[in-house]
C-alpha cells in the first residue's frame, strides 16, 4: 500500500470514476491508474468499485469504508507538512483565500492590507469563486480560508463561523421616480425592469424568496455575478439594481441612488469557513482574527475540531 494508490481512490472518487480524467488530474496514465487499483484491491483482498466491463461505475460497501479513511489519512499527509513549514518558516509561506468577489471588492480590502503589513512574506491568493466552488476548494485542500455568504454552513466538512449581516438595497439613476418615494414597496420595484445577482450568488436566495412570499413575480431582465456589472448597466439605464448595500458607494457611484430596502428583504450573514481537522498556520488564524476579534485561534481551533453536529448556526 503507498500514497498514490490512496491519491487514485480518493480522486477516483472526485472524479465520478472516470478514469481518464484520474489520470489527468495525477499526471500519470490510465493503465497505470487501473493497476493501482487493482494492486490496492489485491492486497486488501476485496474489490472496492463497482464494475461493468472495464467501466467503474460505484463503490462497493468495503470501497465506502476505505475512502473515508483515505480521506483523513491524506489530510493528516497535509497537516504534517504544514506543521513542518510552520515550524521552520514561521513568517514565510502561502495562504490561499477563497472567496466571492463581492467579498474580495468590498469586505476584504483593509483586511488584507492589515495582513499584508503584519506578514510581509506571506504570499497571499484571493481565488474569486462562487459560494459551492469555494466549499469544493475547501475540501480538497486547495484554499485555506473560505468567505461567503452562501453554500458555506451547509457542508458538514467545514467549520462555519457567522461574520458580519447586511442587507439588500435598491439602486436608481439619479433622478429616478422610485427616489421620491417616501416608502419603498416590492410592489413598486416590481413595476420596473430589474438587473440583480445571479441565482446562488450574494443573497440572491433572499431576494427571490421576498417577491416569493409577497406572491409577486419581478421582471428580472438581467443577473450579474458581482454588483459594478450590475452598476454599470443601471447606469446605462437598462432597469434598477438589486445588490448588496455594502457594493454602493456614493463617491465611486455619483450617478446612482442607493434606497433603502431594509424592511423588503431579510438579512443576509456573510461566513468564513475551513475544513475540519485541517491545521493551520499561524497567520491563517491571524488573517481570520483581523476580520473578527471574536474568532480567536483557540475558538476557531475549538470549533474545527468538533463534530459536525456541533456547527455554529
Same mark, same amino acid.
Given at each position: 500500500?503507498?500514497?498514490?494508490?490512496?491519491?487514485?481512490?480518493?480522486?477516483? *472518487?472526485?472524479? =465520478?470514476?472516470?478514469?481518464?480524467?484520474?489520470? =489527468?488530474?495525477? +499526471?500519470?496514465? /490510465?493503465?497505470?491508474?487501473?493497476?493501482?487499483?487493482?494492486?490496492?484491491?489485491?492486497?486488501?483482498?476485496?474489490?472496492?468499485?463497482?464494475?461493468?466491463?472495464?467501466?467503474?461505475?460505484?463503490?462497493?460497501?468495503?470501497?465506502?469504508?476505505?475512502?473515508?479513511?483515505?480521506?483523513?489519512?491524506?489530510?493528516?499527509?497535509?497537516?504534517?507538512?504544514?506543521?513542518?513549514?510552520?515550524?521552520?518558516?514561521?513568517?514565510?509561506?502561502?495562504?490561499?483565500?477563497?472567496?466571492?468577489?463581492?467579498?474580495?471588492?468590498?469586505?476584504?480590502? %483593509?483586511?488584507?492590507?492589515?495582513? %499584508?503589513?503584519?506578514?510581509?512574506?506571506?504570499?497571499? *491568493?484571493?481565488?474569486?469563486?462562487?459560494?459551492?466552488?469555494?466549499?469544493?476548494?475547501?475540501?480538497?485542500?486547495?484554499?485555506?480560508?473560505?468567505? &461567503?455568504?452562501? &453554500?458555506? /454552513?451547509?457542508?458538514?466538512?467545514?467549520?462555519?463561523?457567522?461574520?458580519?449581516?447586511?442587507?439588500?438595497?435598491?439602486?436608481?439613476?439619479?433622478? +429616478?421616480?422610485?427616489?421620491?418615494?417616501?416608502?419603498?414597496?416590492?410592489?413598486?420595484?416590481?413595476?420596473?425592469?430589474?438587473?440583480?445577482?445571479?441565482?446562488?450568488?450574494?443573497?440572491?436566495?433572499?431576494?427571490?424568496?421576498?417577491?416569493?412570499?409577497?406572491?409577486?413575480?419581478?421582471?428580472?431582465?438581467?443577473?450579474?455575478?458581482?454588483?459594478?456589472?450590475? %452598476?454599470?448597466?443601471?447606469?446605462?439605464?437598462?432597469?434598477?439594481?438589486?445588490?448588496?448595500?455594502?457594493?454602493?458607494?456614493?463617491?465611486?457611484?455619483?450617478?446612482?441612488?442607493?434606497?433603502?430596502?431594509?424592511?423588503?428583504?431579510?438579512?443576509?450573514?456573510?461566513?468564513?469557513?475551513?475544513?475540519?481537522?485541517?491545521?493551520?498556520?499561524?497567520?491563517?488564524?491571524?488573517?481570520?482574527?483581523?476580520?473578527?476579534? %471574536?474568532?480567536?485561534?483557540?475558538?476557531?481551533?475549538?470549533?474545527?475540531?468538533?463534530?459536525?453536529?456541533?456547527?455554529?448556526?
Amino acid at each position: 500500500m503507498n500514497f498514490q494508490q490512496l491519491r487514485i481512490i480518493r480522486e477516483t *472518487v472526485r472524479r =465520478n470514476f472516470n478514469l481518464t480524467e484520474v489520470a =489527468n488530474a495525477l +499526471h500519470t496514465s /490510465q493503465s497505470g491508474v487501473s493497476k493501482h487499483i487493482k494492486d490496492l484491491e489485491d492486497e486488501l483482498g476485496v474489490e472496492l468499485f463497482v464494475r461493468k466491463g472495464k467501466r467503474l461505475l460505484g463503490l462497493t460497501e468495503p470501497g465506502q469504508e476505505l475512502v473515508g479513511i483515505v480521506e483523513r489519512i491524506l489530510l493528516d499527509t497535509h497537516n504534517i507538512k504544514k506543521l513542518g513549514e510552520q515550524f521552520s518558516n514561521k513568517d514565510r509561506g502561502q495562504l490561499t483565500v477563497a472567496t466571492t468577489h463581492t467579498q474580495a471588492r468590498y469586505a476584504l480590502p %483593509k483586511i488584507v492590507t492589515a495582513f %499584508k503589513k503584519e506578514f510581509p512574506k506571506v504570499n497571499l *491568493v484571493l481565488h474569486e469563486a462562487s459560494p459551492s466552488e469555494i466549499v469544493a476548494m475547501l475540501r480538497d485542500g486547495r484554499a485555506d480560508i473560505g468567505i &461567503a455568504t452562501e &453554500a458555506l /454552513q451547509d457542508a458538514p466538512e467545514l467549520a462555519a463561523f457567522p461574520w458580519y449581516t447586511w442587507h439588500h438595497g435598491v439602486i436608481v439613476p439619479a433622478g +429616478h421616480p422610485l427616489a421620491k418615494q417616501k416608502k419603498l414597496t416590492l410592489d413598486a420595484i416590481a413595476e420596473w425592469p430589474i438587473v440583480t445577482y445571479q441565482t446562488g450568488f450574494t443573497g440572491r436566495g433572499r431576494i427571490d424568496e421576498a417577491f416569493l412570499k409577497a406572491e409577486i413575480l419581478p421582471d428580472i431582465v438581467m443577473t450579474a455575478l458581482d454588483a459594478d456589472v450590475i %452598476k454599470a448597466y443601471v447606469e446605462l439605464e437598462l432597469g434598477i439594481g438589486i445588490i448588496a448595500s455594502m457594493a454602493f458607494t456614493p463617491d465611486r457611484d455619483p450617478q446612482l441612488k442607493l434606497l433603502d430596502a431594509t424592511s423588503l428583504f431579510s438579512a443576509n450573514t456573510s461566513r468564513i469557513a475551513v475544513r475540519r481537522g485541517t491545521y493551520l498556520r499561524t497567520y491563517s488564524y491571524r488573517f481570520i482574527e483581523l476580520c473578527s476579534a %471574536k474568532l480567536t485561534e483557540k475558538v476557531v481551533r475549538q470549533e474545527a475540531s468538533a463534530a459536525p453536529s456541533d456547527d455554529i448556526a
